[in-house]
T-cell receptor, first 114, second 114 residues
Framework: AQKITQTQPGMFVQEKEAVTLDCTYDTSDPSYGLFWYKQPSSGEMIFLIY??????QNATEGRYSLNFQKARKSANLVISASQLGDSAMYFCAMGPPGYSTLTFGKGTMLLVSP | NAGVTQTPKFRILKIGQSMTLQCAQD?????MYWYRQDPGMGLKLIYYSVGAGITDKGEVPNGYNVSRSTTEDFPLRLELAAPSQTSVYFCASSYSTGDDGELFFGEGSRLTVL
């Protein structure tokens, strides 16, 4: 079974600062994918970034980067230069590569202040 | 592009009633999924389908049924609604191949069972 743990219920950051959202995972599968999704107050789910377990380099997508440490089973999301629009719930998830029967964490609420 | 379309967006049911949540995608994705999100929690997989005529259970399938007669449509049936099924339901789809398995979500259907 796969498990995702997000230990930060809420995080506060000032605009233009960087913030790291923690995610640890547990699985016995040799191959897997790690995802981050954003859920604003409007409720939709927005894909941010993906990291494959065999990818040698950390994934980056614009202001988002995934700090993947396989030995520590962590997949932290780093948001650089936070913006007010980044205020949302952030979910870490994992699943088998290629399709998305994902296991989600409980999420971290990020609030960005001016 | 319509993407993933869910109907209805809101519904109130009485205990014991039945209903079907509709989901359609126009991206020709083979894989489709139903997730539920309880308050303050991450998403949990109910059912998924890897193609027309093929469905499989996820983490929380009890009380639900699905069918996949076409590539485009993946309805979720609730039989004998119970208060425990009060939740927000998300339909999603993804490409059948490729490593990233990015999920494309619908806007969600908020169901209340009283």
């Amino acid at each position: 079974a796969q498990k995702i743990t997000q230990t930060q219920p809420g995080m506060f950051v000032q605009e233009k600062e960087a913030v790291t959202l923690d995610c640890t995972y547990d699985t016995s599968d040799p191959s897997y994918g790690l995802f981050w999704y954003k859920q604003p107050s409007s409720g939709e789910m927005i894909f941010l970034i993906y990291q494959g377990s065999y990818d040698q380099q950390n994934a980056t997508e614009g202001r988002y980067s995934l700090n993947f440490q396989k030995a520590r089973k962590s997949a932290n999301l780093v948001i650089s230069a936070s913006q007010l629009g980044d205020s949302a719930m952030y979910f870490c998830a994992m699943g088998p590569p290629g399709y998305s029967t994902l296991t989600f964490g409980k999420g971290t609420m990020l609030l960005v202040s001016p | 592009n319509a993407g993933v379309t869910q109907t209805p967006k809101f519904r109130i049911l009485k205990i014991g009633q039945s209903m079907t949540l509709q989901c359609a995608q126009d991206m020709n994705h083979n894989y489709m999924y139903w997730y539920r999100q309880d308050p303050g929690m991450g998403l949990k997989l109910i059912y998924y389908s890897v193609g027309a005529g093929i469905t499989d259970k996820g983490e929380v399938p009890n009380g639900y049924n699905v069918s996949r007669s076409t590539t485009e449509d993946f309805p979720l049936r609730l039989e004998l609604a119970a208060p425990s099924q009060t939740s927000v339901y998300f339909c999603a789809s993804s490409y059948s191949t490729g490593d990233d398995g990015e999920l494309f979500f619908g806007e969600g259907s908020r169901l209340t069972v009283l």
